[in-house]
């Protein structure tokens, strides 16, 4: 059935030749690593205009704080760090875009050190820890438990020195403009400056993931999933939009945010116990705590559903508390917050959304299908992360794909022929007015729903359920006409939450992220195969490539 969700082409109504026209040769949606990355990239070849949805530093990769996972001595390879990747994919990986960020990664993360970027050290050497589905002590982090703060900032730093580089903040990305079956801009509304019309050459979307979409999630505001639905609505494929990813621990007290408490934690022995003290880890891997972070939070979720408890304890009490406050400042003055003393109480943690492996499907030069059009970082299913990402690898990806799609980007702007915007070009929707939205219950009711069915375990019966919810909100959301980022974000929240139950219910097996508990084994004929949803004239097209 064909619904609202693939009727909208644009969000709002625009004429350009009554709205502000910029113009540049490549434009940059998203301010994390990978578009900054991109943008410092583009920058060489030519005009970059980097459009920020809040503050430039406000991001996803602001608030990582593991590291990231790059080879930086002899006693690991880059075969084995390939081989870590590809094992923790579960069969779904793209053998040579893993290829690529491996062997690509040391140079970047010297580039970064070169630029200023402070890691932790042991005199000349750098600092590696361990995390759960590495074969070796392999990432490299920043303060402690700041490395996404401390890379951000560096990145932030050499745009800013860049003439070349235009940065628009508190500006938000509303729909790519797509004109002769090329993308030729985008559309957007500043909260000061209102509607604008950037025109470019080449447009690199580097917009982030879509945790928000869940109840519990580590993710900031900001993760909408806007860039994945704008995606969509152009007709850009999206692939494997049914894995997202859990974090096993984030902290739980009751009201308050989730937040994260880093996987080096257990990578520095940290135990995960129920209320007993007991460790059940072992009990469903042999790696224990440091298994892979599926592994991890179904486990978790499975014995808060035996003992009838809202969270476990990840237990640090064995530690050297000097040392743990050392290692993890941010950590350590978070629980202080929550008044818990981590060297005479163990932490209350449980899963929560925190890393969207499904997008904008991209090949290895961070190419979409839809000409002008290039992506990067998490918005993007590039085939590095598969069915579970390795821990610490999504630094490493938008560092290496944001620098693919920048350079592929200018060069193609610079070499791209002169062009001329049409003298008018506008969007026109009937909107309708026959009921009244409280945009912030739909929100609320979304995520709720979306935490409860397409959570840690899914089945049928839930999908279907979810489907038909989501869909009978869509007609009263989807043919509304907003004028504001919150009416904007809700109807793309409510398209990639659709997106992603219908892949959901495609994939009838369990593997890494996406477990089904009435199809609980891996399906061989599905490995190495891909749901893969688009927009079409007579509704959602569902294949499995």
């Known amino acids: 059935m064909t619904e609202f969700y693939d009727t909208r082409r644009y969000l709002t109504r625009f004429d350009v030749r009554h709205t502000p026209n910029l113009f540049t040769d490549t434009c940059v949606i998203g301010s994390g690593v990978a578009g900054l990355r991109a943008a410092i990239e583009a920058a060489r070849h030519g005009s970059v205009l980097l459009i920020s949805k809040e503050r430039i530093e406000v991001s996803n990769t602001s608030w990582a704080q593991g590291g990231i996972a790059v080879v930086q001595n002899g006693q690991d390879s880059l075969e084995s760090h390939i081989e870590d990747t590809l094992e923790v994919g579960c069969g779904l990986c793209d053998r040579a875009a893993v290829e690529c960020i491996v062997r690509e990664g040391p140079h970047r993360v ?86 604008q019309v950037f025109w470019a050459n080449q447009v690199v979307l580097a917009s982030g993931g879509s945790g928000q979409l869940y109840r519990e999630t580590t993710n900031s505001e900001i993760a909408t999933g806007d860039g994945l639905a704008l995606a969509y609505r152009a007709g850009v494929p999206l692939r494997d939009m049914e894995m997202m990813q859990f974090h096993p621990t984030t902290l739980y007290v009751a009201g308050a945010t989730r937040a994260l408490i880093s996987e080096a934690v257990r990578g520095e022995g940290a135990h995960l116990t129920d209320r007993s003290g007991r460790r059940f880890m072992f009990d469903y891997h042999p790696d224990g705590e440091l298994a892979a972070r599926d592994v991890v939070s179904r486990a978790i979720v499975n014995e808060m559903a035996k003992q009838s408890i809202s969270y476990v304890h990840l237990d640090c009490r064995h530690l050297d508390a000097e040392k743990f406050r050392k290692r993890f400042p941010g950590i350590s003055r978070l629980c202080e917050e929550f008044d818990i003393d981590i060297s005479r109480q163990p932490i209350p943690v449980r899963p929560a959304a925190h890393y969207m492996i499904g997008g904008v499907q991209v090949d290895t030069y961070a190419r979409t299908s839809l000409p002008g059009l290039l992506a990067c970082g998490e918005v993007t299913s590039s085939g590095v992360n598969g069915a579970n990402r390795l821990a610490s690898n999504s630094l490493l990806e938008g560092l290496v794909f944001g620098a693919i799609a920048g350079r592929n980007a200018g060069v193609a702007a610079r070499e791209a022929e002169t062009f001329a915007p049409p003298a008018a070009i506008k969007s026109e929707f009937q909107a309708s007015t026959r009921t009244v939205l409280d945009i912030g219950d739909v929100r609320n009711s979304l995520t709720s729903l979306m935490w409860r069915n397409v959570g840690i375990e899914r089945d049928q019966q839930h999908l279907d359920e979810t489907l038909e ?77």
């Open 110 to 195: 010297r580039e970064l050190i070169d630029w200023g970027a402070i890691f932790d050290r042991r005199g000349e050497s750098l600092l590696l820890g361990l995390e759960g589905g590495h074969s070796a002590a392999r990432v490299i982090h920043a303060m402690g438990d700041a490395t996404g703060r401390e890379v951000a900032n560096t990145l932030i730093r050499v745009a800013r020195r860049d003439d070349a580089i235009q940065i628009f903040e508190d500006c938000f990305v509303v729909d790519l403009i797509v004109i002769e079956g090329r993308c030729r801009g985008v559309t957007t509304f500043h909260r000061h400056f209102g509607h």
């Open 469 to 545: 919810i989501i869909s009978f909100w869509g007609r009263y959301v989807m043919d509304k006409l907003f004028d504001d980022r919150q009416g904007w974000e809700t109807q793309n929240m409510l398209t990639v939450a659709r997106l992603m139950v219908a892949s959901a219910r495609s994939r009838c097996e369990s593997r890494g992220v996406h477990y089904r508990g009435d199809h609980p084994e891996r399906d061989p004929a599905l490995a190495h195969r891909h749901v893969v949803v688009r927009r079409a004239d007579d509704g959602l097209d569902i294949t499995i490539a």
